[in-house]
């Protein structure tokens, strides 16, 4: 049985949760090399996609995984990399992609649809708070004045969905694991680290997937104008 009547406090995955985080990421990479294209016209620059850039950062994050889960810095490896890919090494330029990616990657951030009314409802009844493995800080994002709570992996060294995530940030909205409601989009990271952790999971399921995991949430979403339907309930 769901102890929803329980619920004090919900917190929220922020990348394709509250913003597509793909379609940012896509821009603000296409945006960063057509300023490489610019400052180093030429073959190699010319012939250089988003989709090599992406393989490239996910390259060096892997490599980087047990020394830094600080994104910044693995994107900015990133761009070094790029760079000596198209023989051009040069760590001023990679530092000066890196800022407009970042620029980019938050201001053209789109919310999606529900996101601003959910949060307008929701505070007023209950703490919110954001748990993510990203980098979209509220006050980066557009959303500075919705969260009472903010983990993020890179400020305090754990990744959903290890547990210990959602029992910090128990402790920091000062409620019980059994009084939190955890929103995300992935079973593996927030579903399954919410469950491990005793929080209330709901996976928020916006494309209408089927389920390929054994990983059970306690409810399931399609969109979060839901989620004040469930809480009515309580």
Partial sequence: MNN???????????????????KVMRHSLAV??????????????????????????????????D??????????QA?????????????????????????????????????LTTLHTLRKDYRLGLISNGNGYPEKCGLPDFFSFVIFSQDVGIKKPNPEIFSMACK????????LLHIGDSLESDVQGAN???????????????????IQPAFEIQSLNEISEILKYK
């Fill in 196 to 214: 491990a952790a005793g929080v209330l999971s709901a996976w928020l399921n916006r494309d209408g997937l089927a389920k390929s995991s054994k």
């Fill in 67 to 76: 020394k830094t889960i600080n994104l910044e810095e693995i994107r900015l």
């Fill in 79 to 115: 761009f070094n990399r790029t760079l000596d890919a198209v023989g051009y090494k040069n760590d001023r330029l990679a530092i000066h992609l890196n800022n407009l990616y970042l620029k980019h990657r938050f201001e053209d951030i789109e919310l999606y649809p529900d996101v």
């Fill in 32 to 65: 960063t090399l057509e300023e490489l294209r610019r400052q180093l016209p030429g073959k190699s620059t010319s012939e250089l996609t988003i989709e090599k850039m992406i393989a490239t950062r996910n390259e060096v994050a892997e490599e980087l995984e």
């Fill in 4 to 22: 929803i009547n329980r619920i004090t406090t919900i917190s929220f995955d922020g990348d394709m949760t509250l913003w597509d985080f793909n």
């Fill in 172 to 179: 920091k909205a000062n409620c019980l694991n059994t009084e």
